[in-house]
């Protein structure tokens, strides 16, 4: 699996977008780009994958530039809540497993 | 959907005592399932994968005889820490491999919190 690199830590103001960037350069075709958080002492939660086209849902917006070497993961309005470590992770369609780097943890701030 | 679940949410026990922790996938089946362990201000390990019916594969210097697995059924895995020791007083997170459009996805239980006397 492609190694992702994000930036160890960020802050958001409240009700403001936040805006976290993934950098994963040696990405293969076949490698999809999954997006989870962790609000403390709680496990991992799903937010969005992508494979080439940007995707939107209910929690969250995925932008994957045209080379497929990074991503945004973009909250459009941030809250309180959503204070966590955010980790961006490269797989494969098989999705054996995945190795967890530090993330990024996202405070936002009132 | 694809909700997991893990008890206990937390337990304390003596060294020397084993502890059992139970994964269920609620509404999905799962045929593959991940165990992870997390120290404090860590990210999370892979510690094994469990398929259904057969062995788990462990991840390099996670000893197969002291965290047992059992993945009997398609809704339920199981970790035994035997002999627990102080050092092994960590955060337990199992996740089972479900489907997000078409994709597979891991969905994540919310962990247990294991403390060793």
């Known amino acids: 699996d492609a190694k992702t690199t994000q930036p160890p830590s960020m802050d958001c103001a409240e009700g403001r977008a936040a805006n976290l960037p993934c950098n994963h350069s040696t990405i293969s075709g076949n490698e999809y780009v999954y997006w989870y958080r962790q609000i403390h002492s709680q496990g991992p939660q799903y937010i969005i994958h992508?494979?080439?086209n940007n995707e939107t849902n209910e929690m969250a917006s995925l932008i994957i530039t045209e080379d497929r070497k990074s991503s945004t993961l973009i909250l459009p309005h941030a809250t309180l809540r959503d204070t966590a470590v955010y980790y961006c992770?490269?797989?494969?369609?098989?999705?054996?497993?995945?190795?967890f780097g530090p993330g990024t943890s996202l405070s936002v701030i009132p | 959907g694809a909700v997991v679940s893990q008890h206990p949410s937390r337990v304390i026990c003596k060294s020397g005592t084993s502890v059992k922790i139970e994964c269920r996938s609620l509404?999905?089946?799962?045929?593959?399932m991940f165990w992870y362990r997390q120290f404090p201000k860590q990210s999370l390990m892979l510690m094994a994968t469990s398929n259904e019916g057969s062995k788990a594969t462990y991840e390099q210097g996670v000893e197969k005889d002291k965290f047992l697995i059992n993945h009997a059924s398609l809704t339920l895995s199981t970790l035994t820490v035997t002999s627990a020791h102080p050092e092994d007083s960590s955060f337990y997170i199992c996740s089972g491999l479900g489907t997000s459009r078409s994709t597979d996805t891991q969905y994540f239980g919310p962990g247990t919190r294991l403390t060793v006397l």
């Open positions: 992508g494979l080439k």
């Open positions: 509404d999905f089946q799962a045929t593959t």
């Open positions: 992770i490269a797989v494969k369609t098989s999705y054996d497993k995945v190795i």
